[in-house]
């Protein structure tokens, strides 16, 4: 059966906030599980008996975090030109059902060990699929349900339901994995029940439809070049023979450099093309342009942030402050809880003043107050008081809602009806790619940090309380990526790495060795030297984001457009219909119409 087509105008007013409320619903599910892996991996994979830090499960639990945000990266463009095709409602529909699907063979897993590992890596791959539809598609639904006028308000909801949802499962997940592993997938699925037939009845396709073929070898390259990319960037975390990263390893060199040789290619290829997978033209309107790579780079600061804060409170703040560390994932979730306050308060607020006064300024404001925010980050002591912690998490999240809600609603209205699907998919893409590659490059950082100084403080540390020096040299050398693993998963290393015989050895201090605080009190200045660099990288991101972001230019308002149009009318007389036409590639259609609020 086919989606319902609409018959009554975009702008009917109890249809929008059907659009609104279920697009929202939709995103806040699909970013919840982006992140709820973040606080529940030890729990899930302690569910299936493997063990994390394991130097062969490192892959496992590197797919398992990071493959549910690759596939959405590689789909959404395309997923977003299908939707322009067949109908954006029936492809987000298709997507809310497909999420659901994944959600309960991610919550029936019975295998365990690697064969569990490999089962949710896929299902999560296939989950991405359903989130990929999401993305690409509800963007575009907005704009085809609101007006010009109200589009940066309703975007504003979706981009604090995105961004909320991201740290919404660091609680959720905090909370529901000491309980049940299991649960942390199985409550999506009332939700994606409830949302799928929710779509289905009430949503209604109100694009413009078109009619083209599908781009399949764009559609193939885009999608190997970003597979390849990511893919290198996910080993490039990994060890390499004796040295802490893999940055070096012939095969992620020959990954990344073929990924990027396909990805200048499949330019290329789409530039010569009549009806391409990604408008390349799109990228003349310098709103679209200037929009995109903003975004771009805030995705680049803003995407290992979140890892780095965890990393932060669990393996260091909390415990050396009386947390055992099987309740830090909880109480990283709840501490980071101003932050969500931020962009709540700020990202409904900047939609509505954006309508009003234009984007420029409220997205370029959020870009420069996460950038300060960030330097404030750097300059606090790693055992910070919690209250300036919070102050500087809180304006930090002011800014990053000051900004998606303006951003979003410049580029969506610079885009023809019949492009929504594809150019919102391009700006999903695009942040969801930068927030990947944050990932490798914060983690990068940090490790580089932490193997020029962790070695000789663990060493240090491990003699001064018995441990005999070989056995303290040796475990001393291993991969500092395993103990910023620990960190982030919250786990004290030492039990596993001394073993019960060291432990038990005469003159060994066994219990100052496993409590909470020797393990965070040894990492923390190596991983303080680490973070400082990120977080001044980062700001300095974000300062060059907002130089971009003010570059879009000032955003016209719809009457001035529609009094150059009348304009262009009376003064141009039989040759207005002509230059209409070519003012038309520059002005959103719905832009030049009358308000359609009755």
């Given at each position: 059966m086919?989606?319902?087509?609409?018959s009554?105008?975009?702008?009917?007013?109890?249809?929008?906030?059907?659009?609104?409320?279920?697009?929202?619903?939709?995103?806040?599910?699909?970013?919840?599980?982006?992140?709820?892996?973040?606080?529940?991996i030890?729990?899930?994979?302690?569910?299936?008996?493997?063990?994390?830090l394991?130097?062969?499960?490192?892959?496992?639990?590197l797919?398992?975090l990071?493959?549910?945000?690759?596939?959405?990266?590689v789909?959404?463009?395309?997923?977003?030109?299908?939707?322009?095709?067949?109908?954006?409602?029936?492809?987000?529909?298709?997507?809310?059902?497909?999420?659901?699907?994944?959600?309960?063979?991610?919550?029936?897993?019975?295998?365990?060990g690697p064969?569990g590992?490999i089962?949710?890596?896929?299902?999560?791959?296939?989950?991405?699929?359903?989130?990929?539809?999401?993305?690409?598609?509800?963007?575009a639904?907005?704009?085809?349900?609101?007006p010009?006028?109200?589009?940066g308000?309703?975007?504003?909801?979706?981009?604090?339901a995105?961004?909320?949802?991201?740290?919404?499962?660091?609680?959720?997940g905090g909370?529901?994995?000491p309980?049940?592993?299991?649960?942390?997938?199985?409550?999506?699925v009332?939700?994606?029940?409830?949302?799928t037939?929710?779509?289905y009845?009430?949503?209604?396709?109100?694009?413009?439809?078109?009619?083209a073929?599908?781009?399949?070898?764009?559609?193939?390259?885009?999608?190997?070049?970003?597979v390849?990319?990511?893919?290198?960037i996910?080993?490039?975390?990994?060890?390499?023979g004796?040295?802490?990263?893999?940055?070096?390893?012939?095969?992620?060199?020959?990954?990344?450099?073929?990924?990027?040789?396909?990805l200048?290619?499949f330019?290329?290829?789409?530039?010569?093309?009549?009806?391409?997978?990604?408008?390349?033209?799109?990228f003349?309107?310098?709103?679209?342009?200037?929009?995109?790579?903003?975004?771009?780079?805030?995705?680049l600061?803003?995407?290992?942030?979140?890892?780095?804060?965890?990393?932060w409170?669990?393996?260091i703040?909390l415990?050396l402050?009386?947390?055992s560390?099987?309740?830090?994932?909880?109480?990283?979730?709840?501490?980071?809880?101003?932050?969500?306050?931020?962009?709540?308060?700020s990202?409904?607020?900047?939609?509505?003043?954006?309508?009003?006064?234009?984007?420029?300024?409220?997205?370029?404001m959020?870009?420069?107050?996460?950038?300060l925010?960030?330097?404030?980050?750097?300059?606090?002591?790693?055992?910070?008081?919690?209250?300036?912690?919070?102050?500087?998490?809180?304006i930090?999240?002011?800014?990053?809602?000051?900004?998606?809600?303006?951003?979003t609603?410049?580029?969506?209205?610079?885009?023809?009806v019949?492009?929504?699907?594809a150019?919102?998919?391009?700006?999903?893409?695009?942040?969801?790619?930068?927030?990947?590659?944050?990932?490798?490059?914060?983690f990068?950082?940090?490790?580089?940090?932490?193997?020029?100084?962790?070695?000789?403080?663990?060493?240090?540390?491990?003699t001064?309380?018995?441990?005999?020096r070989?056995?303290a040299?040796?475990?001393?050398?291993?991969?500092?990526?395993?103990?910023?693993?620990?960190?982030?998963?919250?786990?004290?290393?030492?039990?596993?790495?001394?073993?019960p015989?060291?432990?038990?050895?005469?003159?060994?201090?066994?219990?100052?060795l496993?409590?909470?605080t020797?393990?965070?009190?040894l990492?923390?200045?190596p991983f303080?030297?680490?973070l400082?660099?990120?977080?001044?990288?980062?700001?300095?991101?974000?300062?060059?984001?907002?130089?971009c972001?003010?570059?879009?230019?000032p955003?016209?308002r719809?009457g001035?457009?529609?009094s150059?149009?009348?304009?262009?009318?009376?003064?141009?007389?039989?040759a207005?219909?002509?230059?209409?036409a070519?003012l038309?590639?520059?002005i959103?259609?719905d832009?030049?119409e009358?308000?359609?609020?009755?």
């Open positions: 086919k989606p319902k087509t609409n009554l105008p975009s702008g009917n007013d109890r249809y929008r906030w059907v659009a609104l409320s279920n697009t929202t619903l939709g995103l806040l599910i699909s970013t919840i599980n982006s992140s709820i892996l973040l606080i529940s030890p729990d899930i994979f302690r569910g299936i008996h493997l063990d994390p394991a130097p062969g499960n490192t892959a496992y639990f797919w398992t990071m493959g549910f945000m690759l596939v959405t990266s789909l959404v463009v395309s997923f977003g030109r299908i939707g322009d095709m067949y109908g954006r409602v029936r492809m987000y529909t298709m997507g809310f059902a497909i999420f659901t699907v994944f959600s309960i063979l991610l919550a029936a897993t019975w295998l365990t064969a590992a089962w949710i890596i896929v299902m999560r791959l296939g989950q991405g699929v359903g989130g990929a539809f999401l993305f690409a598609n509800s963007s639904i907005l704009t085809d349900a609101f010009a006028e109200q589009r308000f309703a975007l504003g909801i979706n981009s604090v995105a961004i909320g949802g991201s740290f919404l499962g660091l609680i959720i909370f529901l994995s309980i049940e592993w299991r649960l942390v997938f199985l409550v999506s009332p939700i994606g029940v409830f949302g037939a929710w779509a009845l009430r949503l209604r396709d109100n694009g413009r439809r078109v009619r073929k599908v781009d399949w070898i764009g559609n193939v390259s885009f999608a190997l070049s970003l390849l990319i990511l893919t290198g996910v080993y490039g975390l990994q060890p390499y004796h040295q802490a990263m893999g940055w070096s390893n012939p095969k992620v060199i020959l990954a990344i450099a073929g990924g990027i040789a396909i200048i290619a330019i290329i290829y789409e530039l010569r093309i009549d009806e391409p997978m990604f408008h390349m033209d799109l003349k309107n310098r709103a679209f342009a200037m929009g995109n790579a903003s975004a771009l780079l805030l995705g600061a803003r995407g290992g942030l979140q890892f780095m804060l965890i990393v409170l669990q393996g703040w415990p402050h009386g947390y560390f099987s309740q830090t994932p909880l109480w990283a979730g709840i501490y980071l809880v101003p932050l969500t306050i931020g962009f709540i308060a990202g409904p607020l900047a939609g509505r003043l954006a309508d009003r006064y234009g984007a420029r300024p409220f997205a370029t959020g870009l420069v107050l996460t950038g925010s960030l330097i404030g980050l750097q300059m606090i002591p790693i055992n910070f008081n919690y209250w300036l912690f919070a102050f500087i998490l809180f930090s999240g002011v800014g990053v809602g000051l900004f998606p809600a303006a951003n609603s410049s580029v969506m209205n610079t885009l023809p019949d492009q929504r699907g150019g919102g998919g391009m700006l999903n893409t695009l942040q969801n790619s930068a927030m990947v590659l944050s990932i490798g490059l914060f990068t950082f940090i490790t580089i940090g932490l193997a020029s100084s962790l070695p000789s403080t663990l060493y240090r540390g491990l001064a309380e018995g441990v005999p070989m056995i040299l040796h475990i001393s050398h291993l991969s500092p990526l395993g103990s910023l693993f620990a960190a982030f998963l919250g786990i004290n290393p030492m039990t596993q790495l001394l073993g015989h060291v432990l038990a050895l005469p003159g060994v201090n066994a219990s100052v496993t409590s909470n020797f393990f965070p009190q990492i923390s200045q303080a030297a680490g400082r660099f990120a977080f001044i990288l980062a700001a300095l991101i974000c300062f060059i984001a907002a130089i972001s003010w570059l879009r230019g955003t016209p719809r001035a457009l529609r150059m149009a009348n304009d262009l009318e009376a003064g141009l007389g039989g207005a219909e002509a230059d209409m070519g038309g590639s520059a959103p259609a832009l030049l009358p308000p359609s609020d009755s």
